[in-house]
């Protein structure tokens, strides 16, 4: 007996589909950054709007594409860069030193609402490198591998 217990659907039905799913969301940005791109310069002329086009929709497809396959990295590097980061702003007391090293995630829910009322603006290094590692964590929770090791066909 094989391990397809639907016969209609074969087994790399959902791996296509993802990839399908992936390079649709990579054209979809890439378009948008071809259009941002056009915009942004206004150029003079459709010749030079054809060229800003093409060119914020290559850097943007390239960017994507690295940014896809280094992620995991990234989103270390980053969760390390992320919890010194807290350690160091918490060092003016020690029980918020000890919550900080302790509870993580905690502690940076804590220092963004904190930092919030006292900056005044969302744009704090803390809250961007925040929204930064949940970005990468959902690229690297949804890569093909992940899937492809979910569902026990790993390559």
Same mark, same amino acid.
């Given at each position: 007996? @094989?391990? +397809?217990?639907d ?20 054209? $979809?940005?890439?378009? *948008?950054?071809?259009?941002? *791109? &056009?915009?942004h ?9 054809? /060229?800003?086009f ?5 850097i943007? !497809? =390239?960017? &994507? ?16 860069? #992320?919890?010194? $980061? @807290? ?6 007391s020690?029980?918020a030193? =000890?919550l ?5 995630? /905690?502690?940076? $829910?804590?220092w #963004? ?5 006292? @900056?005044?603006s ?5 809250? =961007? ?5 949940? #970005?990468?964590?959902?690229? @690297?929770?949804? !890569?093909r +591998?992940?899937? $492809? ?7």
């Open positions: 007996m @094989t391990g +397809n217990r016969p209609e659907k074969p087994p790399e039905d959902i791996e296509r589909r993802h990839d399908k799913a992936r390079e649709f969301l990579i054209d $979809a940005l890439s378009l *948008a950054m071809g259009t941002l *791109a &056009v915009f310069y206004e150029p003079k002329g459709t010749l030079a709007g054809v /060229i800003a093409a060119g914020g929709y290559v943007a !497809k =390239l960017l &994507v594409e690295l940014l896809w396959s280094c992620s995991g990295a990234l989103l270390g590097v980053l969760s390390v860069l #992320i919890y010194m $980061a @807290t350690l160091v702003m918490a060092l003016s020690l029980p030193m =000890l900080s090293a302790l509870l993580p995630g /905690i502690a940076q $829910a804590y #963004i609402w904190a930092l919030w009322p006292a @900056t005044g969302l744009f704090h290094p803390l809250t =961007l490198s925040c929204v930064a590692w949940l #970005i990468l964590l959902g690229i @690297t929770i949804f !890569k +591998n992940l899937f $492809a090791t979910l569902f026990g066909r790993a390559r």
